[in-house]
């Protein structure tokens, strides 16, 4: 078995005119296969090291590569970095998909300094659109861009809204809504949950629960979601946040293999066929929609079908990246 070490670091981020320090962890084999770039996870919604970033680290750590992977702000390890205030005697959670993109950036400079050379970046649902963010900004300055680009389970965010009960009424009322009013983290379908924050479908609701509530207590960490409750502005700002409008007839994309559940019932198989159709750099001949898979119910160390997806990727890298 290979022997794999877990390292805590910590890597600057610019927020807007704000630098800040937060926390990740670095997977490293006992062997590094000096032919394999370093690698930058980054996942969805409260996603980080505590959830998928140690599964996926302690994988891809196993075939050779350096995973370096953290929490977003706002959760878990960095939960009081930035994005919480308190109201009363509650806790409120701002969850920004353009911080998380200028955190994908930081920790892409982080590997490029300390490993000498940039990394791949593969990334989780939600975190999927913060780094397509960070890569059409890459893009977009003509500079060095990342080795290669491996989104999972990715969607619009606004397409996901379909999910809910009645989407628009939904959207009206929380846009109504201050700023900094406290909703629910999940719509999960009633009275008193209809204007959360992501609306989650029945077939992945006790997933959620039960996997990444399991993924984060056996590493001490808050039960996922690691909030009780999200700022209006969280929602109204992810709505809004849209990434492929930048990528349309774009140049300095990274190569990538674009991967989704062929099962997945929250993220839609065709918003990354879609995805592929429009992405401005070379994804292969197709999206890679994996039979079998769901959102993430099969992200198990011993799932066939995540280790499927582990090879593909592995694969994709040292063919392509």
């Known amino acids: 078995m290979t022997n794999i070490t877990a390292r805590e670091i910590n890597f600057a981020v610019k927020y807007g005119n704000e630098t800040l320090s937060i926390k990740g962890t670095v997977f490293e084999p006992g062997h590094i296969d000096a032919k394999l770039p370093p690698v930058v996870f980054n996942s969805g919604f409260t996603g980080g090291v505590t959830m998928y970033g140690q599964?996926?680290?302690?994988?891809?750590?196993?075939?050779?590569?350096?995973?370096?992977?953290?929490?977003v702000a706002g959760f878990f390890s960095n939960k009081h970095i930035r994005n919480t205030i308190r109201a009363g005697d509650i806790?409120?959670?701002?969850?920004?998909?353009?911080?998380?993109?200028?955190?994908?950036?930081?920790?892409?400079?982080?590997?490029?300094?300390?490993?000498?050379?940039?990394?791949?970046?593969?990334?989780?649902a939600m975190g999927s659109v913060a780094s397509l963010g960070a890569v059409a900004e890459l893009a977009a300055a003509g500079g060095e861009q990342i080795r290669f680009w491996v989104p999972m389970s990715y969607t619009n965010i606004r397409k996901l809204q379909a999910?809910?009960?009645?989407?628009?009424?939904?959207?009206?009322?929380?846009l109504q809504l201050a700023d900094d009013a406290a909703i629910p983290p999940f719509d999960t379908g009633t009275a008193a949950t209809r204007l959360g924050y992501y609306p989650l479908d029945p077939d992945t609701q006790a997933y959620v629960d039960q996997q990444l509530g399991g993924y984060t207590e056996a590493g001490g960490a808050d039960r996922w979601p690691g909030c009780t409750?999200?700022?209006?502005k969280s929602y109204k700002s992810y709505v809004a946040y849209d990434p492929e409008q930048?990528?349309?007839?774009?140049?300095?994309?990274?190569?990538a293999l674009i991967i989704h559940g062929a099962d997945n019932t929250l993220h839609m198989p065709s918003e990354s066929e879609r995805l592929h159709r429009h992405y401005p750099g070379d994804a292969g001949s197709n999206a890679l929609?994996?039979?079998?898979?769901?959102?993430?119910?099969?992200?198990?160390?011993?799932?066939?079908?995540?280790?499927?997806m582990i090879q593909s990727i592995d694969e994709a890298i040292r063919t392509r990246g």
């Open 55 to 71: 599964l996926f680290g302690r994988a891809l750590a196993a075939r050779g590569y350096r995973v370096m992977t953290y929490d």
């Open 91 to 124: 806790e409120i959670t701002n969850v920004s998909l353009q911080d998380q993109k200028d955190e994908v950036l930081g920790a892409v400079a982080w590997a490029r300094d300390n490993f000498g050379e940039m990394p791949v970046v593969a990334s989780w």
């Open 163 to 174: 999910l809910r009960a009645d989407s628009k009424a939904a959207d009206a009322a929380i």
């Open 229 to 232: 409750h999200v700022t209006a």
């Open 246 to 255: 930048s990528i349309e007839g774009a140049k300095g994309f990274p190569p």
């Open 289 to 308: 929609i994996i039979p079998h898979m769901q959102h993430g119910q099969q992200n198990q160390v011993d799932s066939p079908v995540f280790k499927s």
